[in-house]
């Protein structure tokens, strides 16, 4: 199981990935500073049994902090998307293809419009992130709509000549990216195609069934990063998006706070609302200023910084659960004598 952290250059992708994952992919301010994907372990919050079961757990693949327990699940960070990347522009179609295996993906866009179109930095407020959306999703259909139509002519006619169901051919082809023959019976059905006579579908109703497929197999949050640094009018554009979770963000004010909890400057947690000041000593005056302006204009604003809540939805939307595997169902114990000591999203 994976989630793919996808987006135009520039935008925060490797800080965001940097954030949730404390791996050390590397961050820059310039495009294409991922020439490879990096991959890397994320946790989503879930209540962990310890709590009802009245037992302290001793976790082995995960963590739990006062009753949270932190499931893994893993991560990739796509290098940079740019417009036209299906036709091989910017870095091209390397970075579609390392989407093949995600089951959901984050969309970090820049909220606050200081990125153009290519990822090259502009004045703030002068790209409209909207279009951001837009064009990626375009993207990942061009991309999945090239994939079918190497094939279709062949798969139309055997359709036709020897029984065989469309739905089924096509799911054989589009099996390594996660998509199923009920993903492709369900575009079927709500776009009216006669799945009999494939040979007459138009390549816009095989568009149509494309954008339906990626919507269901590949579902998308919005990561409204930098949201601290955009303009209200920007802000408010997220109106706009009713058909999608789009969650304010500032992965960098995560990594800050992470990187502070790791000093033993502040008390927190992933996902958290606030954090304690644990120090002052060895603590400059513009750290303290800028741990003040994350609790201003993030945490006290958003809630959190987005990065934790990014996660957790996109494995909800998954209708995924976490299981607790044991070997002693009574003590909650393995093999080892462990109480709890892992957990899976299944």
Not at 42 to 51: E, S, T, W
Not at 75 to 97: S, T, Y
Not at 102 to 113: E, K, P, Q
Request: aromatic share 6%; net charge negative; charged share 25%.
């Amino acid at each position: 199981m994976q989630l793919g952290i996808v987006g135009k250059p520039n935008v925060g992708k490797s800080t965001f990935f940097n954030a949730a994952t404390k791996a050390h992919a590397e961050i820059a301010n310039y495009p294409f500073t991922t020439i490879d994907a990096n991959r890397g372990v994320m946790y989503i919050r879930k209540a962990c049994p310890c709590r009802d079961a009245h037992v302290t757990c001793t976790p082995h693949n995960s963590r739990c902090v006062d009753g949270i327990r932190f499931v893994p699940i893993e991560a990739i960070d796509v290098a940079g998307l740019v417009p036209d990347a299906h036709k091989g522009k910017g870095l091209g179609n390397k970075f579609l293809d390392d989407l093949r295996q995600a089951h959901a993906l984050i969309h970090i866009v820049d909220a606050s419009g200081s990125t153009d179109a290519e990822g090259n930095p502009c004045d703030v407020g002068s790209h409209d992130p909207i279009s951001d959306v837009v064009f990626l999703e375009k993207e990942i259909n061009y991309w999945l709509f090239g994939i079918i139509k190497k094939s279709w002519e062949i798969i139309a006619r055997k359709c036709e000549l020897e029984g065989k169901k469309i739905e089924k051919m096509l799911a054989e082809q589009l099996t390594g990216l996660g998509i199923k023959e009920e993903h492709i019976t369900g575009a079927i059905r709500k776009i009216n195609l006669d799945s009999t006579k494939p040979s007459q579908w138009k390549d816009e109703h095989v568009f149509q069934l494309t954008d339906y497929v990626r919507t269901i197999s590949k579902p998308i949050i919005i990561a409204f990063n930098k949201s601290d640094k955009a303009p209200d009018a920007l802000m408010t554009k997220t109106n706009e998006l009713t058909n999608y979770i789009v969650i304010p963000c500032s992965a960098e004010s995560e990594l800050a706070l992470n990187n502070a909890a790791e000093k033993g400057i502040i008390a927190y947690t992933p996902g958290a609302n606030e954090f304690t000041l644990l120090k002052k000593e060895g603590v400059t005056e513009n750290q303290l200023k800028a741990l003040e302006y994350i609790r201003t204009h993030v945490l006290t604003k958003y809630g959190s910084t987005g990065v934790q809540r990014c996660i957790d939805e996109a494995v909800r939307m998954l209708d995924l659960i976490v299981v607790y595997p044991v070997e002693d169902e009574h003590h909650l114990t393995d093999k080892e004598g462990r109480i709890l000591p892992d957990a899976h999203l299944v």
